[in-house]
């Protein structure tokens, strides 16, 4: 009987450790605050950190507004990214980032200056997105 108490506990202790690793293993998979992610950007720099860049870029895919926000701001000095800077704008303001909303109508006043007739198109989209910015914003508070 002793010997099955030992073995009881000791399979118990394993499995309390496996939950915890697992438990471990899924707070990493999860998008951090917007502090962790705007400081994670701040260390990519002029020069550039691809670790960094990669996880930005991994938290931007799992749908964080902040991490979309601050790779389409790195994304701007790149002119072979701006498209992609302008998407994610559009993302990040279309789920409720003010900032980005702001980035977006910059691109757009940048995008109507470049071309004599102006883009209306690019107007009109970022004037739709952050309408729906602010409403999201208003929902939310």
Same mark, same amino acid.
């Given at each position: 009987m002793e010997l099955f108490n030992k073995s009881g506990v000791l399979i118990s202790a394993v499995l309390l450790l496996v939950g915890g690793l697992i438990a471990c293993q899924a707070q990493e998979d999860a998008i951090p605050s917007s502090t962790v992610i705007e400081a994670a950007a701040m260390q990519i720099g002029p020069a550039g950190q691809p670790a960094a860049e990669r996880r930005l870029q991994e938290w931007a895919d799992q749908g964080s507004p902040v991490a979309q926000r601050e790779l389409a701001l790195r994304y701007l000095s790149n002119p072979d990214k701006r498209h992609e800077a302008m998407q994610l704008f559009?993302?990040?303001?279309? #789920? !409720?980032? =003010?900032?980005? @909303?702001?980035?977006?109508?910059?691109? *757009?006043?940048? %995008?109507?200056?470049?071309?004599?007739?102006?883009? #209306? !198109?690019? =107007?009109?989209? @970022?004037?739709?997105?952050?309408?729906? *910015?602010?409403? %999201?914003?208003?929902?939310?508070?």
């Open positions: 559009e993302r990040a303001a279309s #789920a !409720g980032d =003010a900032q980005a @909303a702001v980035g977006l109508v910059g691109m *757009a006043h940048e %995008a109507s200056a470049a071309s004599p007739g102006g883009n #209306a !198109g690019t =107007a009109l989209n @970022a004037s739709r997105v952050i309408k729906e *910015a602010a409403t %999201a914003n208003y929902i939310a508070h």
